[in-house]
């Protein structure tokens, strides 16, 4: 890949942040090959929230993004506006006839995908964060709650501590931590348990508050909630898996003096105005998943029916500490983070899926 998009925590005990290049080791690596993509048609049917969300469907847009510097593939994209509009996208690009790959980015296309891949079996389809069991589809599933493991521990070391970093600091107070949600769902549930579990392992004592939003889509939302768990329940750090409702997450950050952790992308890039509040994002590899897709189909090498799996070994999960505040982090604590991945890697830490 040719563009450096992001900086990832790379190696044991590593001080900073190291810049790698497009696509991390593990899932993805192999790329490059002969095909060419010029006459290579991609339809993208985006998650609820839409563009711009700067997280989730941002991610998988540098995925096709790529796919067209690298080997100049056209792409159309949908965005719909409530889950019920995903049948009807789904199925505009399909009876068209003119897609070689039809991408569903998020687990609420599950039900109108289920319908819709048996109905074209000569459509390939994608399907992001679920499994279709269909000879036509490829599903990506991701290990969020190993991810959100990490930066739970990060999360419960820090809390315990006294830490300050930009204009923020930890409440000696009190340790707590919270988790806000977009949507309650198995999906996100994944990341609060695996984030909870993370806390748990890094300090027992540490208090773990949850709650959802309902939407992804409603930062005043995110907003409201975060300062809650700022303000009354003395949180200090706060992890939101909750697209574009999290920027509310950001925003009471900054507001109290305390610290967020954002999610899907390196948000201390893509919403750099709260870079200062930011220690760190627990990044899905998203934009991989859709680069290699459409990159099997260029090499006439697309396989339906298979379900890729992701975790921390794979890289299709990673830790990416904040641009502006990674690097106040202590040594220490990244060296714990970095011990506690390779203990999930090589099984030792079993880390839970549902809270």
Same mark, same amino acid.
């Given at each position: 890949m040719a563009r450096d998009r992001r900086r990832f925590l790379s190696g044991a005990g590593a001080a900073g942040l190291a810049a790698l290049a497009?696509?991390?080791g593990g899932f993805g690596e192999e790329e490059g090959g002969d095909g060419d993509g010029d006459g290579v048609n991609v339809g993208m049917v985006y998650a609820t929230g839409g563009l711009g969300d700067n997280s989730f469907n941002d991610m998988a847009r540098e995925g096709v993004l790529q796919a067209e510097e690298e080997y100049?593939?056209?792409f159309s994209e949908s965005e719909p506006d409530t889950e019920g509009e995903f049948d009807g996208a789904q199925r505009d690009f399909a009876e068209s006839g003119e897609y070689d790959l039809i991408s569903c980015i998020g687990f609420a296309q599950l039900d109108a995908l289920s319908g819709n891949a048996p109905e074209y079996p000569d459509q390939n389809f994608i399907l992001i964060d679920d499994v279709l069991e269909e000879e036509n589809v490829r599903s990506y599933v991701f290990g969020e709650h190993e991810g959100s493991f990490q930066v739970g521990h990060l999360a419960g070391l820090l809390t315990t501590m006294e830490f300050e970093a930009g204009e923020s600091e930890t409440n000696t107070d009190a340790s707590t931590v919270g988790f806000v949600g977009g949507v309650e769902s198995p999906l996100i549930q994944k %990341?609060? #348990?695996g984030f909870a579990a993370g806390v748990e392992h890094a300090d027992g004592d540490a208090d773990v508050v949850t709650s959802y939003v309902g939407d992804f889509n409603d930062t005043a939302g995110g907003q409201e909630t975060a300062l809650s768990m700022y303000q009354d329940q003395e949180a200090d750090i706060v992890f939101h898996?909750?697209?574009?409702?999290g920027v509310g997450v950001f925003q009471?950050?900054?507001s109290e003096g305390r610290f967020a952790i954002g999610v899907d992308a390196d948000q201390s890039q893509t919403e750099e105005g709260f870079a200062d509040v930011i220690l760190a994002s627990m990044v899905k590899q998203v934009d991989t998943a859709? %680069?290699? #897709?459409?990159e099997s189909v260029v090499n006439d090498e697309f396989d339906g029916g298979e379900v890729e799996e992701l975790g921390l070994e794979d890289d299709g999960v990673q830790t990416v500490y904040g641009e502006s505040i990674g690097d106040e982090i202590p040594d220490d604590v990244k060296d714990q983070i970095e011990e506690s991945r390779q203990a999930i890697i090589d099984g030792e830490i079993d880390v839970p899926e549902e809270p």
């Open positions: 497009g696509c991390v100049d593939i056209s %990341f609060e #348990a898996a909750a697209g574009a409702t009471a950050a900054e859709v %680069f290699t #897709a459409i």
